[in-house]
Structure formats: C-alpha cells, structure tokens
C-alpha cells in the first residue's frame, strides 16, 4: 500500500529485479544512467542560465524524480507516444528531444521548437513520439486516450503512455479522459507522479483516496504502485503495463512514489515543507545515488565508467548552451502566423500597418508579482 | 495613512469582509498556508482558521460548483482561480449553472470568482489570458476589473456584498506596481459605475485594467502635442455603464475603445456598438479600437510585445482621431 504524504523517505531494502528490468542488456542500464545524469545536469544548466535572466519565464525542475521519468519513458519502444508533465524533462529526452531545443525553449528563442510561442518543456514532436503539454492539469490524458484510439482504430501495436501529477488527477480532465480511455480499452498507460505536493497542496488534501492506484477500481483498469525513485522498478512496471496495452489488454493506472525535492518552481521557497524532509530525501533516497549503487555494487560498472559518462553529460550540455545562445529571438511579425492552416497569416491590426515593434525595448519583468524566494521576500 | 498596494488592497478587502460577516470564506488552490500562488491571501488563514480558508483539490468545477450551493444557502464564498486562465476549467458551472440561477430557479448565487490575469508578464498562452468577453457574453454574470488599487479594495467589497456572482479579475501585473492611499472607512466601489482617470476635452479612451496606464501615458505625451485626453476606466463590464459612455462621447466627440483582450468578439466591438447607436451624431470621427491581435498570446518578449497593445499604437489612434 502506498504511502499517501512523503513523511519519510520510503524504504530502499533490496530490491528484486523483474523480468522485464532482468532483461536489460549492459547498454541499456548505461544508458538509463546517462539520462537521469542528463536531465540533472541539463536542469543545473538552466538554473545558472535562470540566475543570469537568460531563461525568460519561470523554471520548473524535476530534481529527484529523475528515476521516475526515465525509467518509465523507457519501457516506450519506437513508435509509441508520450505526454510528458512538468516533471517529465527526463521522459523527453529519452523519447528524442535534445537539450538545444530545450534550452532555446526556455529562452524564447526564435528558432526553439515553438519558435518562442511557448514556454519550458512545453514542446512536442509527433515522430519521435512526445506530444507537447498544455499548462491546464488533466487536458493532456483525454487527449492522449485520443492518440490511442486511433492506435486501435487503425490496428496499429503502439501504445501511448500520458504522466499527472498527484494534483492533476483531481481534475475533471483526467477523470473523463481516463474513463473514456478505460472504456475503449485503448492502449495507454496513465502514470500518476505522486511525488508529495502539488505546489504546496500535500496529497492528504489532494485526495482521501489512500492511494492513487486505487483509483483503478473505480474505471475498472488495474491500480499499481511501485517506487519511482527506483530507476529499473520504474522501468518493470511501466514495461508490464506497456506490454499489456501493447496486447490489446486496455489502460494501466501506475502510481510512482517520489518526492519533489525543489519548490513548485525556482521562485517557491518551499516554506510549507516539513523542516529537514527535503534533505533527508536527498541524504537517504536520492535515484540517482541509490542506481549508481547498484551499477557499481551489483552490475560491475566501474567508478571510472559512470565518471566518463558524466563528463560526456557536461561536453555535450557545453555544446548545447553554446548553440542555443547563438540564436535570436522570434521576429515579431511571425507572431502572425500558422493560427490556422488557411488562411496562413492573420492580418496585422489597422494600427500596425508597416509597423514591425510598437515598443522601444523588449523588458524581462523583474517579476509577475509571483512570491520571488531568490530576493528573500517579494518580487 | 500608508500607501498599499492592489494586491494589498484585495487582501484587505477580503480580510475586513470575513471579519463583518461570519457568512463569508474563501476557496482555492494554494492558498491557505502559501498563502496563493501570488500571495493575495497570505496571513489569512491565520486569522481566521482553516474552515474559513480552504485549500481545494485541482478541481475547479468542484470548487466553484460548491460555492454555487453554498451561496444558495447564504454563505458568501470567494473562490482564487490560481491563473484566470483556468476558469475556462469551470466556465460550464459558471455559465450554464451559476448564471441562470436567479433566472432560472430564483436562487441567489452570492458569490466571487477570482485571479489574477492578464499578460506583459512573459507568462505565456496559459498564464496571461483575459477570458472576461466569453463571460460578458453570459447574461447573469457581473464582472469587474480594476485598475487602481482604491478600487482594488472598493469593489472587491462590493462584489462580496453583491448577491449575485461577481467574476472579479485582477491584473497580475498591477499587483506590486501600483499602489493607493485607502480611503477611510467601509470603502466600498459600487458595481456598475465607469470612473474618469483623467480629464480631457479633444479624443476619449474607453478602456480598463492594465491599458488604462497605457492610456494615461499617452495622454501625457499628448498633452504636450495639444491634444487633451480624457481617460474613461470602466471598472465594471457587466454591466456596462452605459451613461459614462454616453457623457464622455458628448465631451470630446472623438473615442477609441483600448483593451488588452483580443479583438475579435471582444468588448471595445460592444461598445463601439452601442455608441453607435446612442450618439452617433455627437461623433466626428469613426469609433477606432486598439487591442491585442487576433491571436493566442505568445510567450517570447518579442513577439507578446507585438501581439499586446502599447503605448505607441494609442499615439498613433489618438492622433488619427485628432486630425478629424
Ligand atoms: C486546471 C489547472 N488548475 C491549476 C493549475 C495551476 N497549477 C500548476 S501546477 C499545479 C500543481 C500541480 O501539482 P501536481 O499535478 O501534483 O504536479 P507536480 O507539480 O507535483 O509535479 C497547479 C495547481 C493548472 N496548471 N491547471
């Protein structure tokens, strides 16, 4: 049974590989490494590049939820679709996405996957198999049973898999969508992140569900737990369900336990956090410690292996910074372009003919009003 | 007396509202212990105990819908949408439900749904919208939008007074920018009643919320070019205050209708409208509007500074209206 509130960092006793986990060749559980190290360090990046205003909106992170993303992303072969949530930097990259894009993403660039329409992880790319979120909780799981459905309809053996947040399976967005996906018996696999809050709201208030497996009752799917910090747990749950929608055996509902180490988003303090609950997360369950115990102690990785990788993280996150602060920001006048298929272009308004900037100076607000932590009280 | 500021003035009001009548609570996400995503109701729920500040599910229908039944029985309720953007997310509670209530049933829905909107904040198509046209064009709403922090407070009081729903939108980006000396006293803003921001004699601006500080700068530069401005803030848009309107058109003979809304369906296409078909024959030149592009607001300074009115393109509608 799932423990609802992060009290305490959850168990780390031995852990008994699956089936699924058991199979995954040498490369494979190096690469699993490579991506939770990946979405740390890209995500360090963009916190210097946050403090130096290079970021234009907020940052969200995802630190010590790592496992949860790439595990799960994993278990998704080639052809399959996700949709990540705010957390899930670790599942797109997985799924394709590369950390110039992310990077010119969080700074409006021109040329960013959205072109500067669109803030963060906000981004999708239908090929690769990543379908860009919208901010309202819930809208994505609809649309994603929809993504499913058309897996069923043409026969196709793909399988979508949509993330929520613990808060997010309180909208009714998710309820109809989960519903509607269960009734269908599309192949999809909703994963609920239950990593403790949603913003500052802690599950207890969320639901009075004891967990959100249990959930599965109630659209006649199965309800599972597993540990999300654990990387390979996260991999053989996902796996099984992958492989059960894959069958034509209908909607999975997966509660991964985690804990969301930073604030809502860099500017929350986290003052409503039980004192020292962060760090004992950290000190005690981190997924990234507790994966590279067992690379090293049970898998026969060498200290000297994992270290090559990270430096191989940090060159190509360089890289990556280097090429994405090298763009431009958008044109204005593309503001006007591609609302709809036809007709392309919108016209300016009467008072913008042959006007391209009605402003002298593009100004990065200090701040939105937002309770700004970084200044120690108000922005 | 100190200076605060709009969102001072909010809190305030909801503060001195809960302490008058036992009968008013607030509702939403965040904001008992955080206090609100923006703060608005910090210190609250230590005043007055988490019966009467409740921290919601994400579960905007759930909550709004709740208020609905609870205002029936003759609680007040105030409900913080955390970003306006979401009450798309209880727009079918609010219209189909909460606004034909007395209509429909004769029940009251006394109650307030509130947060912050609006953009110029780099927050992007989720976290800057202005959805107030979808509700003007629901009879049975009433909906305030306040640019000062006088009136902040003033209305805020007003609206939880009011015994139908008060949608009452507040501009993220008034919050810490502007500030007012309260008056003393039950400073109430009655429902319904445009304000002259300032006073002039050759081109009218229409206008509300955020742009009234638009206009206002303009109307300074213009000053200096000979043309006097008179600034209209409507505050309330439903229902409209149909004799400012009139009076203002009667003074100047010239008016533009700014908002930050997009243009399309949105409110200046109202009152353009109805000015027509008042007094037409005191215009001496076409209503002309200013207003965000046609557009879902886009995320990069570039390209939301495009997409919003500024303070340039009031020049350039003010001074088209002058040479009439
Ligand atoms: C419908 C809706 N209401 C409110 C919000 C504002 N909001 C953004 S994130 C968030 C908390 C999300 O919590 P959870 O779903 O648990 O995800 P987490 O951030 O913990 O990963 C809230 C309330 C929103 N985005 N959508």
Known sequence: ?379 | MAEITYLEAIREAMSEEMARDPNVFLMGEDIGAYGGAFKVTEGLLERFGASRVIDTPISEAGFVGAAAGAAHMGMRPVCELQFIDFISCAYDILTNYVATARYRAFLGCPMVVRGPSGGYVRGGPFHSQNPEAAFVHTPGLKIVYPATAEDAKGLMKAAIRDDDCVLFFEHKYLYRRIKGVMPAGDHVVPIGKARVAREGTDVSIITYAATVYKALEAAEQLAAEGVSVEVIDLRTLAPLDDEAIVSTVKKTHKVLVLHEDTRTGGIAGEITARINETCFEWLDAPVLRVTAADVPLPYAPSLEDYVLPQVADVLTAVRRLAAY
């Open chain 1, 1 to 379: 049974m799932a423990t609802k509130s992060p009290a305490a960092p959850a168990s780390r006793g031995a852990v008994v590989l699956g089936p699924h986990a058991n199979a995954l060749t040498r490369a494979e559980r190096l690469e699993l490494y490579y991506w939770m190290r990946f979405t740390r360090s890209l995500e360090e990046r963009l916190v210097n590049l946050y403090r130096q205003t290079k970021v234009v909106g907020g940052l969200f992170r995802s630190l010590g939820q790592e496992a949860d993303a790439v595990g799960s992303a994993f278990a998704l072969e080639p052809g399959d679709i996700l949709s990540p949530l705010i957390r899930n930097l670790g599942s797109m990259l997985v799924k394709g996405a590369t950390p110039v894009e992310i990077l010119k993403q969080y700074m409006a660039k021109g040329d960013s996957p959205t072109r500067g329409r669109e803030l963060n992880i906000h981004f999708g790319d239908l090929e690769r198999g990543f379908v860009g979120q919208i901010s309202h909780l819930g809208d994505m799981v609809p649309v994603m049973a929809g993504i499913a459905l058309s897996f069923k309809l043409r026969r196709e053996k793909r399988v979508v898999l949509v993330y929520v947040g613990d808060g997010a399976t309180s909208t009714g967005a998710f309820h109809e969508g989960i519903n509607f996906a269960a009734v269908q018996r599309v192949p999809m696999v909703v994963i609920v992140e239950n990593n403790g809050f949603a913003y500052s709201t802690p599950t207890t208030t969320q639901t009075a569900a004891k967990s959100f497996a249990d959930k599965g009752i109630g659209y006649g799917i199965p309800g599972v737990t597993a540990d999300g910090n654990d990387v390979l747990a996260t991999y053989e749950v996902t796996r099984e369900a992958v492989n059960r929608a894959r069958a034509g055996g209908g909607v999975t509902l997966i509660e991964l336990m985690t804990y969301r180490r930073k604030g809502h988003a860099e500017h929350d303090n986290q003052s409503y956090v039980p004192a020292g609950l962060g760090e004992r997360w950290a000190a005690e369950n981190d997924p990234i410690d507790r994966y590279v115990a067992r690379l090293t102690e049970e898998f026969g990785f060498s200290p000297k292996e994992l270290a090559a990788m990270d430096a191989r993280v940090q060159a190509e996150i360089d890289a990556a910074t280097d090429e994405a602060e090298k763009s431009g920001v958008p044109g204005a006048l593309d503001a006007l372009t591609g609302i709809y298929a036809d007709p392309p272009l919108e016209k300016p308004l009467w008072f913008r003919e042959g006007v391209t900037s009605a402003v002298d100076a593009h100004e990065r607000p200090v701040g939105w009003g937002v309770y700004d932590a970084a200044k120690g009280g108000k922005s």
